[in-house]
């Protein structure tokens, strides 16, 4: 649903959005001034985002830090119910998200919802894939113990997503020689951790395509960014993983044993994620591509 109308007529203060009978991304205002909310420079003004996975606690706070920065969001996701929640929320805050559900890893759903997102806006700027995949059956499993088609599911769930995304994204990026891919992957992909099955592996495959799909792509003026965070409790792949593994503690002595295993003896919280991804976004960022922003406050170098 369009909840930058969320059918209430367009008003000044609402900001960006898309009106009927034309169809394009809008500033109409943020406290009078089509380029700051507040006073503040937006660094995502104008810009188009869609957002893969924007029902989870990443992509959700993403979608919004990008919305917060002047940015029209597409929030998507595998259930209507949960990116929908995320475009009111934008709607409400001042911005402009329209959601819709698209499943990821379906190729030809991907490659429709970028064709209406064309069509209502012009162009596509920005592709974050922040999806998630459930760790049932694959966390807390030994090697030893763990089949084959287990250990491979987050391999081939997180690289293919990517990858469709990704293509599908610099498509219609190219031929504008503008815009920024980017996804989302997690402290495993640089150094050993237990009881994780093909997440390490899934996470460092990112980390490489991120830095291929950059040499091909960012001398037509698309780069490909990613962002490596710490551990992040906020999120239910956290929450998940504490459950999975037999660790013999509770939430919180988990939660200390990750601040930790960092230079800040501090968990990450999800708005540091969502801010650096908007700035990687931005065009402040234009000199970073082919690389993965390490977000492990020295958990890794």
Request: charged residues 20%.
């Amino acid at each position: 649903m369009n909840w930058a109308l969320g059918q209430r007529p367009l008003s000044a203060d609402r900001g960006v959005c898309i009106t009927d009978g034309a169809d394009r991304t809008s500033v109409e205002g943020y406290d009078n001034d089509s380029h700051s909310r507040r006073g503040r420079t937006m660094m995502l003004q104008d810009k188009v985002a869609v957002i893969y996975g924007a029902g989870g606690a990443i992509g959700g706070a993403v979608a919004r830090a990008f919305a917060a920065e002047g940015a029209t969001v597409f929030p998507t996701g595998r259930s209507l119910a949960s990116v929908d929640a995320v475009a009111k929320e934008i709607a409400w805050s001042g911005g402009c998200g329209e959601a819709a559900e698209v499943d990821a890893l379906d190729e030809r759903a991907i490659d429709r919802h970028l064709d209406s997102v064309i069509d209502r806006v012009g162009r596509v700027d920005i592709s974050f894939n922040a999806i998630g995949l459930s760790n049932a059956k694959v966390v807390g499993v030994p090697f030893a113990e763990l089949d084959a088609e287990h250990f491979t599911l987050p391999i081939a769930g997180y690289t293919t997503s990517y990858f469709l995304t990704a293509r599908l994204a610099a498509r219609r990026m190219i031929p504008k020689r503008s815009g920024v891919i980017m996804t989302v992957t997690a402290l495993p992909a640089r150094t050993a951790t237990p009881l994780n099955g093909g997440y390490g592996p899934a996470s460092a495959a990112k980390e490489a395509l991120t830095r291929d799909l950059s040499l091909e792509f960012a001398p037509h003026g698309v780069r490909v960014v990613g962002l490596r965070p710490h551990g992040i409790p906020e999120t239910r792949t956290m929450r998940e993983v504490f459950d999975s593994k037999p660790l013999g503690v509770s939430w919180e002595k988990f939660q200390e044993y990750l601040a930790s295993t960092t230079h800040r003896r501090r968990v990450m919280a999800l708005e540091e994620v969502a801010s650096m991804a908007a700035f990687m976004a931005s065009d402040k960022a234009s000199g970073m591509t082919g690389t993965t922003v390490n977000l492990t406050m020295g958990g890794v170098d």
